[in-house]
């Protein structure tokens, strides 16, 4: 085991309204604000930032552990994360719970309004970084999670000297901004979209750049328009992918980290980096879902050949692993 993914497990209900929420909100009413949506289709889907995160890094050749807690109702979902390759020894049921489920609705701007229910996800805090032999963690990723675990489970990678990234998510909104610059002390890397950073920024008062006296790298992804890679000698700004079709812009951020812990283990570059992860995220938006699509290694090769062409990557970089059926 290499890769510890800490985050949540959740189940999606992901909805698509034909519409623009902006078409239906009226500014000078948002303190009274009281609006329905007529959606047009209802999926539930498998979810939660850490199997999402685990999911890519299993189609791109490793083995992550998956750390979180779960309620009574997870049985099939660990079954489809054992058969992609995932491993799911770190994950606890609360058998008087249910799982976490969030409740996604798209507008026809890929906006998206979000509701949920953190259910078994509350006692994330009950499992420690430290019983999951942290000699053997080349890397781990502290995602979106219950905030006490995700304060935790920092202090233990601090304290056990294991290497970790940052993702705090959309936990941005609930964590303080002295916890949250404790929490990048000593990081490989931080990561967030242009949003969350911008709310890191007015919570700490410091830049994305500002934030390289805490971590060695700054991530910030900006959807459609690729992603800025930080360090204190370089900044790169990575390209997305061609995509064949937007259908589901939901998981698309974590398929992206996948890409990046897979550019930290093996030394990729920045621009590499980068572009490994939009790649990854390009294949997750192509489909409905979170853990809807898949790719053998000789497929990404081809399409990362293909996309980019002036910044080739070490052969055999992916390897190889079974083709589930999605």
Known sequence: MSILVSGSLAYDHIMDFQGYFKDHILPEKVHIINVSFLVNSLRKQRGGCGPNIAYNLALLGERPLVVGTVGHDFADYQAWLDEAGVDTSGIKVIPDEFTASCFITTDKSSNQITGFYPGAMNFAHDLHVGDFNPSEIQLAIISPNDPQAMVSHVKECQELNVPYIYDPGQQVIFLEGPEMLEAMKGSRAVIGNDYELGIIEKKTGLTPSDLLQYTDLVIVTRGE???????????????????????????????????????????????QMGRVAALTATYCIENYGTQSHAFTSSEFLARYNENFPDVPLPEATIVERKTLNV
Not at 242 to 254: F, L, M, N
């Open 225 to 271: 328009f690729g992603s800025t890679l930080i360090t204190a000698e370089h900044t790169v700004d990575a390209p997305v992918a061609r995509e064949k079709a937007v259908v589901d812009p939901t998981g698309g951020g974590d398929a992206y980290r996948a890409g990046i812990i897979k550019g930290l283990l093996n030394g990729y570059s920045l621009e």
